[in-house]
C-alpha cells in the first residue's frame, strides 16, 4: 500500500493479557520506529529498528514490552501482562534513511 | 523540565486569520525540525521539515526556526475550517539518531 499500515486499528484486552500490535511499513523503507500517544500528548518514542536491527530501545518502559522485525519489513510490538497504564495509541512510522518519518494511523489500545 | 515545550491551547480562530504555532526546546543538539498536523482518530501528517534555522515556505504554511533562541514557530496563512486539528513540533537528531521528541501538541480550531 501506500502507506503505513498498522493493524488492529482498535485493541481491547483485559489486564494481565498478552496483545500484539502489527506495522506494514511503506515498502523500501529501511528504517522503522515505535511511539506510544497517551491521551493529550505528543506521541513519545519507544524503539528503532533499521533494517531487522533493533538500534534503540531506550523508550520501552518495560520489559513487559517487546518488538522484533525479523525480515527488516513487518514488525510487531508485544506487550505481556498488559496493565491499564500501558492503554494508550501505539503508533508506528517508517522512513528512508535521512527522510522525515511517516506514521501510520496507529492501534487504539484499551486495558480493562 | 521537558526537552521540548508547546502551548497545548486550545486556539480557535475565525477562518481567514492568520494562525501562529510555537514550541521552544533545550537541547542545542536537536538538527532537524517539523510540524504535524493529526486529525481525530489520524496518524500525524507530515507538513513541513527543515534542517537549517530561517523560514521556509509551502503554500499557505510557513516554518520559522531560530536555533540561537531554540524557539520554532509555525505560521498558517488565510486559516479554513479543515485546518482545524492538532499541531505537533517534532525535533530531531538530538540524543538518539531517528528518534522524534514531540511537543504536546496545540489544538487549533477554525470556525467559519
Known amino acids: 500500500g501506500a502507506g503505513v499500515s498498522q493493524s488492529p486499528r482498535y485493541k481491547v484486552a483485559k489486564r494481565g493479557q498478552d496483545v500484539a500490535l502489527r506495522c506494514d511499513p511503506i515498502?523500501?523503507?529501511?528504517?522503522l520506529f515505535w511511539y506510544q500517544q497517551a491521551l493529550g500528548q505528543g506521541p513519545e518514542f519507544l524503539t528503532y529498528?533499521?533494517?531487522?536491527?533493533?538500534?534503540?530501545k531506550s523508550g520501552l518502559p518495560s520489559d513487559r514490552f517487546f518488538a522484533e522485525r525479523p525480515e527488516g519489513s513487518v514488525s510487531t510490538l508485544k506487550i505481556q501482562r498488559t496493565q491499564q497504564e500501558d492503554s494508550a495509541v501505539y503508533l508506528c512510522?517508517?522512513?528512508?534513511?535521512?527522510?522525515?518519518?511517516?506514521f501510520g494511523d496507529g492501534t487504539r489500545l484499551s486495558i480493562l | 523540565q521537558k526537552e521540548v515545550e508547546q502551548d497545548p491551547g486550545p486556539l480557535s480562530v475565525p477562518e481567514g486569520a492568520i494562525v501562529s504555532l510555537n514550541c521552544t526546546y533545550s537541547n542545542s543538539a536537536f538538527q532537524y525540525f517539523m510540524w504535524y498536523r493529526q486529525y481525530s482518530r489520524k496518524g500525524p501528517e507530515l507538513l513541513m521539515y527543515t534542517y537549517s534555522s530561517g523560514n521556509k515556505e509551502d503554500g499557505r504554511f510557513t516554518a520559522q526556526v531560530d536555533k540561537s533562541s531554540k524557539y520554532i514557530s509555525l505560521f498558517i496563512r488565510d486559516s479554513q475550517p479543515s485546518d482545524s486539528a492538532t499541531y505537533l513540533c517534532a525535533l530531531g537528531g538530538g540524543t538518539s539518531y531517528g528518534k522524534l521528541t514531540f511537543g504536546q501538541g496545540t489544538i487549533l480550531t477554525v470556525h467559519p
Open positions: 515498502s523500501g523503507h529501511v528504517s
Open positions: 512510522a517508517s522512513s528512508k534513511d535521512n527522510q522525515p518519518q511517516h
Open positions: 529498528f533499521q533494517n531487522e536491527a533493533q538500534l534503540d
